[in-house]
């Protein structure tokens, strides 16, 4: 009797989690709808998501790691921000620097390569990590502040390629790839 008791607790706290995924999936936090889907598409949620909102709203609450390349860093980046790289991404680098209650948002382009730094960041102990939904892409096309490495602002983004500028809808950016 026990066991089938703890068994259907275990399934009604497991549908309630898988509910609460659901519905955090189910949130609109791309202003284009289409950009939305492809971020969906490229996103398992393994690490909770931010919006660029609540960071513009909270930055100073947050380490933010920028997992792009360098060569995309170096065209702009959102203020604040360190470079950690993906391909050549430092784990060793990054526990020598930051607590592991220290709240960290770590983003690339889109959310993709930021989602797997978050992995490996959350397999480290890290306990609050978060992948910033949409990325610098989302970031730029709501026109909040970017900066060059000098800390200056600046009106250029790396699109990583020709193919991906296509979600860059802010028409004030220069698009650099």
């Not at 931010?50 to 060569?71: C, P, T």
């Not at 930051?98 to 960041?121: A, H, N, T």
Request: net charge neutral; aromatic share 14%.
């Amino acid at each position: 009797m026990r066991s089938r008791t703890l068994f259907k607790i275990f399934i009604a706290f497991f549908a309630v989690l898988l509910g609460c995924k659901q519905a955090s999936l189910g949130q609109q936090y791309c202003e284009n709808p289409e950009f939305e889907q492809r971020v969906k598409r490229y996103l398992s949620f393994s690490v909770p998501v931010l919006s660029v909102e609540k960071l513009r709203e909270h930055k100073e609450d947050y380490v933010i790691l920028d997992a792009r390349e360098e060569e995309e860093f170096r065209v702009s980046s959102i203020p604040g921000s360190t470079f950690v790289g993906y391909r050549d991404f430092d784990l060793a680098g990054i526990k020598e620097r930051f607590d592991l209650d220290q709240p960290i948002v770590v983003y690339c382009s889109i959310g993709y390569r930021s989602e797997k730094i978050g992995e490996l960041l959350q397999e480290a102990g890290y306990r609050k990590v978060y992948n910033l939904y949409g990325s610098i892409f989302e970031w730029a096309n709501r026109d909040f502040p970017l900066v060059n490495p000098e800390n200056k602002s600046t009106k250029e983004i790396h699109t990583y390629n020709k193919r991906w500028s296509k979600w860059m809808d802010n028409e004030a950016l220069q698009k650099v790839w």
